[in-house]
């Protein structure tokens, strides 16, 4: 059985992402979201402030494609972008990688992402696991 290499789109997002540029990317999502199961990366290395509208845009652009069945995936999170993310607790709604391309390598590494989340881990001493008893 031949897995098929999935189609990523990547999308670099601009240094400040307002009003203007945000319904512009919500434009440009919405034509490669018209496909099955559309697997995007949002560049996020030049984004230097993530503001409430920021952090709206991204949500908005991973609602859509969970709505498809796809996902959205965040790559080169600059440190100011990223404290934001988690001071709104937002960081754990998105699979974050340090570069575009290991975001983008993610999507075709499908089998080893589903068994992860199967295998137990430890986390701050305790044992977690999605079989965990």
Not at 18 to 41: F, I, Q, S, Y
Not at 42 to 60: F, I, P, R, T, V
Not at 75 to 84: K, R
Not at 89 to 112: C, D, G, K, W
Request: charged share 30%; proline share 3%; aromatic share 4%.
């Amino acid at each position: 059985m031949t897995l098929r290499a999935r189609e990523v789109s990547i999308k670099q997002l601009p240094e400040r992402l307002d009003r203007k540029r945000g319904r512009l990317l919500l434009r440009e999502m919405a034509g490669t979201m018209n496909g099955r199961r559309p697997c995007t990366v949002l560049d996020c290395s030049q984004l230097k402030e993530m503001d409430g509208y920021a952090m709206h845009m991204l949500l908005c652009c991973l609602e859509e494609a969970i709505k498809r069945n796809g996902d959205v995936r965040l790559a080169a999170v600059t440190p100011p972008a990223m404290l934001s993310l988690e001071l709104a607790n937002i960081h754990r709604l998105f699979r974050i990688f340090t570069t575009v391309e290991e975001a983008e390598e993610s999507f075709q590494r499908r089998v080893r992402h589903v068994y992860s989340h199967t295998a137990c881990a430890v986390s701050d001493g305790r044992q977690t696991s999605a079989n965990a008893a």
